[in-house]
């Protein structure tokens, strides 16, 4: 027995879709947690397998493969790491090569979430202590907000002499934890249309893929561009 929100992932698909398209088979009312049972999920995959895989982005131009790319859902490891907002720059006098160090005074010790950054977490959720990366960029945002220009193999302790307060208590409620970059979009537009029809409220959802070009389109072929003004339902049968 799968729930919900376990089908949902197994197609890449949000518990809101699905639940939407549960109820087009006869499903009413399923929450995210519900289990789902294994003839439901046959009748799901013969009413939409197809036309989802269908919606996914296709391999890139170029590779070498006509496969269809799998969206892989992989939880990463998230370690809270350390980062500091000063650093400072040192000449090599040998080579005469500029690098990077950690300032004198680095500041508090933020809180990052490095597996949610553009590079990834460098030490792949393993802890590193004493080790440092530093960014090529403007930095990352810190739990709290702050601007960072390196972080550290070592994982954040509320409880460090240095910890920033702010990123403490955000670290102590199980907040700051980025989701990263390959993860956060749905491959679909997902863009909804809330409507009143005759009397009751339906929610259409887009399910083209991620940018697509001209109205949104559900998969039953109801379209939108502006919104409600210029919706057109499904055809019907
Ligand atoms: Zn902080
Ligand atoms: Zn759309």
Known sequence: ??????????????ATFLVQALAKIGCHGMKPDANVSA???????????DKIRAARPQSEPGSDSDQPRVVRREPKPHVMRVAHE??????????MVRYKVLADEPGPAHAIDAAGTREGDPWRGE??????KFYDHQGPHAACGAQVKVVMGNAFDAEQ??????????????KGFRTPPHERRS??????????????VIV???????????????????TWDAGAVDYVPAPSG
């Not at 027995?1 to 949000?14: F, I, K, L, P, W």
């Not at 003839?39 to 397998?49: D, I, L, N, S």
């Not at 002499?161 to 199980?174: F, I, M, N, R, T």
């Open 1 to 14: 027995m799968m729930t919900v929100q376990e089908v949902a992932d197994r197609y890449g698909v949000s």
């Open 39 to 49: 003839a439901t999920v046959a009748r799901f995959e013969k009413a939409f397998g």
């Open 86 to 95: 000063h650093i400072s720059g040192k000449r090599d006098m040998r080579t």
């Open 127 to 132: 802890e590193a202590p004493g080790a440092n």
């Open 161 to 174: 002499d240095d910890a920033c307060p702010k990123c403490a208590e955000l670290v102590a409620a199980g």
């Open 187 to 200: 491959p679909f537009c997902d863009s909804f249309l809330r409507l009143r029809v005759e009397g009751r």
């Open 204 to 222: 259409e959802q887009c399910r083209l893929r991620d940018y697509h070009s001209g109205p949104h389109r559900t998969f039953d072929g109801a």
